[in-house]
């Protein structure tokens, strides 16, 4: 009776240690995960604000729509003064492309939009 107890609690504390282990991996990639998503959003609303400022400067009015598996292109629709363009993502690449892709397009429709509104002063600097 006293060696199944033995064996018992060595299992157990296998299982406990086991545990332990797990759950520190599981933050772990969660901790990781977090950071990787916010560097996508920073790294991507840099290039959709910068790319936006970009137009504006060489005088292309554009917004643009996010598309799944499309081309970048113009999407023959107008509003007011803006083209609206198809901007790609490719839903094979993943959440993290996708996230991307909204995060650069939302950045540069606001910083086009900003711009415009302005009247040209913050763009010419």
Known sequence: MKKEKGKLEVIVNILCVLYVITFFFLV???ILNYLAEMEI???????GTEMATNDF???KMRIYNIVSNGKRE???????????WNWPYYAKLGRGHRHGQQTLV????????FLVTQNNELALD
């Open 41 to 47: 959003f920073s790294l991507a609303a840099l290039a």
């Open 106 to 113: 939302k950045a540069y429709n606001r910083r086009m939009r």
């Open 74 to 84: 113009f999407a023959g629709k107008q509003d007011s003064q803006f083209e609206i």
């Open 57 to 59: 400067r060489e005088g």
């Open 28 to 30: 772990r990639f969660m």
